[in-house]
């Protein structure tokens, strides 16, 4: 079983320090995780497509040969944080499998994010398979992307999200035991931590107790 986590983390001129010092500690963890799980790792510090931010790298695993090599991409945001722990998230998703979205304020506002009922998937954390890649593929990538470019908030996830839908049809959730935000309960034992939106304020607020939780220090 050949396997790689994947992150992509651009930063702009004017990043606060300390969103620099969180992306950093966060990708730091993940490296450490994948050396636990023996997992390849790759992380990426430049944009792959020309005229494109940072948070289209996830696109890059549907457009770059290079991840069909493997069973099983998981791909990782800069602002997840990873427990040192060697409990393998890559034995329990065999297929497409994403987390929920944070909220779901972007339906009330737009029909266009009403995609799969009340359900809109994250991008922050998504497990792809050689198949549902093959898929994603034989769509217009970079149509969907001009198509999205612009729109504001979320407009990478709306981007995949309606790709799901024309090529997959629906998407695996993962449970919130293995990935959550730090809002969630089980942020005290989960895998994987995604600090999302509001979530990176309660980490700054409590920035001691997560870095002790997720051994930040020692990553």
């Known amino acids: 079983m050949k396997k790689i986590i994947y992150q992509n983390i651009v ?3 004017d990043l606060h320090p300390l969103k620099r010092s969180l992306f950093d500690d966060a990708c730091r ?6 050396g636990n799980i023996n997992s390849e790792y790759l992380i990426s510090k ?3 497509f020309k005229g494109y931010d940072s948070i289209w790298g996830i696109f890059r695993i549907l457009d770059d040969p290079l991840f069909l090599e493997y069973d099983q991409v998981l791909f990782i945001d800069g602002d997840v944080f990873a427990r040192n722990t060697d409990y393998d998230i890559f034995k329990k998703y ?3 499998s ?3 979205n944070l909220t779901n304020e972007n339906s009330k506002r737009r029909p266009e994010y009403k995609i799969f009922g009340d359900r809109f998937l994250n991008s922050g954390i998504v497990m792809f398979t050689p198949e549902s890649i093959e898929k994603f593929r034989n769509l217009d990538i970079h149509k969907y992307m001009k198509t999205y470019k612009s729109v504001k908030p979320g407009r990478d996830q709306l981007a995949l999200n309606i790709m799901v839908k024309d090529s997959i049809g629906d998407y695996n959730e993962i449970d919130k035991s293995d990935a959550c935000y730090l809002k969630d309960d089980e942020a005290e ?3 994987l931590v995604h ?3 509001r979530c990176r304020d309660k980490y700054f607020a409590e920035q001691k107790h997560w870095d002790n939780l997720f051994e930040v220090k020692d990553a």
């Open 189 to 191: 034992t989960a895998p």
């Open 46 to 48: 430049k944009n792959y």
């Open 29 to 34: 963890t993940i490296e450490r995780y994948a």
């Open 98 to 100: 994403a987390c929920r």
């Open 11 to 13: 930063y702009e001129h």
């Open 94 to 96: 065999k297929q497409f």
């Open 195 to 197: 600090l999302a939106g």
